[in-house]
């Protein structure tokens, strides 16, 4: 069996983090499949979706990391082309990517006590988000 269903967010960008494991959990209690996988993908080239402690201070150390790694006042030839500001966010995606798929076991998505599931929107400017959730099982 496949269920499909999104997730509709409004994100601030600029590394902007939503928890939406809930959302998740949620999804799979209405799909009706008790084990299987579920994966998950956000339609944008400038977000991300991840599992990572959802607290304040790993929240700013993983800011402060992607910083450091595509820094948003960097040179980006991307931004030469179209001239938008946001070649960071769009390499920020390409290094954590746009999807993922996580177990189901018994109705449960296999997480563990401290892992959530994030979007996070790099864009430089607030944007609505759509992640698409897949659960295929029995």
Same mark, same amino acid.
């Given at each position: 069996? @496949?269920?499909?269903?999104? /997730?509709?967010?409004?994100?601030?960008?600029?590394?902007? @983090? /939503?928890?939406?494991?809930d959302d998740i959990k949620r999804i799979i209690a209405r799909s009706g @499949?008790?084990?299987?996988?579920?994966?998950?993908?956000?339609?944008?080239?400038?977000?991300?979706?991840?599992?990572?402690?959802?607290?304040?201070?790993? @929240?700013?150390?993983?800011?402060? =990391?992607?910083?450091? +790694?595509?820094?948003?006042?960097?040179?980006?030839?991307?931004?030469?082309?179209?001239?938008?500001?946001?070649?960071?966010?769009?390499? #920020?995606?390409?290094?954590?990517?746009? =999807?993922?798929?996580?177990?189901? +076991?018994?109705?449960?998505?296999?997480?563990?006590?401290?892992?959530?599931?994030?979007?996070?929107?790099?864009?430089? #400017?607030? #944007?609505? #988000?759509?992640?698409?959730?897949?659960?295929?099982?029995?």
């Amino acid at each position: 069996m @496949i269920y499909s269903e999104y /997730i509709n967010c409004e994100t601030k960008g600029y590394t902007d @983090i /939503i928890n939406i494991t809930d959302d998740i959990k949620r999804i799979i209690a209405r799909s009706g @499949i008790t084990n299987g996988i579920a994966t998950l993908g956000v339609t944008s080239s400038t977000s991300a979706i991840t599992t990572l402690e959802f607290e304040p201070g790993l @929240i700013a150390d993983f800011r402060k =990391s992607l910083e450091i +790694v595509a820094p948003v006042d960097g040179f980006y030839a991307h931004d030469e082309k179209w001239h938008d500001g946001n070649g960071f966010s769009h390499i #920020r995606s390409s290094l954590i990517g746009t =999807s993922k798929t996580i177990p189901v +076991v018994s109705k449960s998505l296999m997480t563990g006590t401290w892992q959530q599931v994030i979007l996070v929107d790099f864009d430089n #400017r607030p #944007r609505s #988000r759509k992640v698409f959730v897949q659960i295929f099982g029995e």
